[in-house]
């Protein structure tokens, strides 16, 4: 299931799908019958559309949030996030058969899946409404580096993606959620704040199965995470944080600010 969401290209038929294998997933365990899982052989590059055109993120060209063009770019660009997280999400059940792990784990991903699903097709409606769509404007080529770079380490794929990269959605919402306010766009606003509440949990489950990998293996969740964010993270992570929803979603400030600003 999760390997056929990745060979998906098209972002919508891809998140019709996801949402159909979700339905299934958690049906299934409601009824006392959950579907097995098994290991999968999960493409190093999921299937995307043609559009948009990926570029290297430093010929993406800069967004002014001010001007009606600069909040199309900024839903856009979000619309390319949730389509990579889906993928994300989905890559994690599929790559990892191997590594035993309970049940809970992928009924963690699965709804994160689900719920990134719904956050790219919210994204593509308010393009849509401001005479937009997903694929309108170049997109960041970079977006899966992080899954390929940690495609053989489940701790380094936790550290990377949910516990950093979505986290960093934490610290930057609210600001956006400000300019989609103060234009009156109250559809953006409802959706931004769907994604916001939502990506809590998925940077709590990281966090959760995070310490209880390093629980099986007695070693210390702290360490080891500085440990692989410098191994498979190219950068220091960007502050302010937000602490409060950091905290919220069991990410503690030792594990995020000796990171901060390292390179300067
Ligand atoms: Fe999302
Ligand atoms: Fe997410």
């Known amino acids: 299931m999760a390997v056929e969401v990745l060979t998906t290209a098209d972002g919508r038929a891809k998140t019709a799908l996801s949402r159909a294998h979700a339905a299934r997933w958690r049906d299934a365990r409601a009824a006392g019958t959950p579907i097995p899982v098994g290991e999968a052989a999960p493409p190093l590059h999921p299937a995307r559309p043609a559009a948009p055109e990926l570029l290297d993120p430093r010929d993406v060209p800069r967004r002014r949030p001010g001007s009606p063009q600069g909040r199309i770019a900024l839903l856009h660009a979000v619309a390319h996030i949730e389509l990579n997280a889906v993928d994300l999400h989905w890559d994690i059940i599929a790559r990892f058969g191997h590594v035993p792990m309970p049940m809970g784990f992928y009924d963690d991903w699965v709804k994160s899946a689900d719920e990134e699903s719904k956050h790219f097709n919210l994204m593509c409606d308010c393009l849509e409404e401001l005479g937009s769509h997903y694929g309108a404007l170049p997109a ?3 977006m899966w580096r992080a899954a390929e770079d940690t495609r053989d380490d489940l701790l380094g794929r936790l550290a ?9 959605g934490l610290d930057v919402t609210p600001g956006m959620i ?3 306010q103060k234009a009156n766009a109250q559809s953006a606003v409802d959706a ?3 994604i916001y509440a939502e ?4 940077v709590a489950y ?3 199965w995070f310490h209880f990998l390093c629980g099986r293996d007695n070693t210390d969740p702290v360490v080891v995470f500085h440990d692989l964010v ?3 993270f190219h ?3 960007k502050p302010p944080f937000n602490e409060e929803k950091r905290a919220e979603a069991g990410i503690p400030p030792d594990f995020y600010w000796p990171l901060a600003d390292q390179l300067r």
């Open 160 to 168: 990377v993606v949910p516990m950093v990269l979505e986290a960093r």
């Open 192 to 194: 931004l704040k769907i």
């Open 178 to 180: 400000e300019i989609f």
């Open 199 to 202: 990506e809590v949990h998925h």
């Open 230 to 232: 410098r191994t498979y």
């Open 140 to 142: 960041h080529a970079g």
């Open 235 to 237: 950068g220091a992570l």
């Open 206 to 208: 990281g966090s959760k």
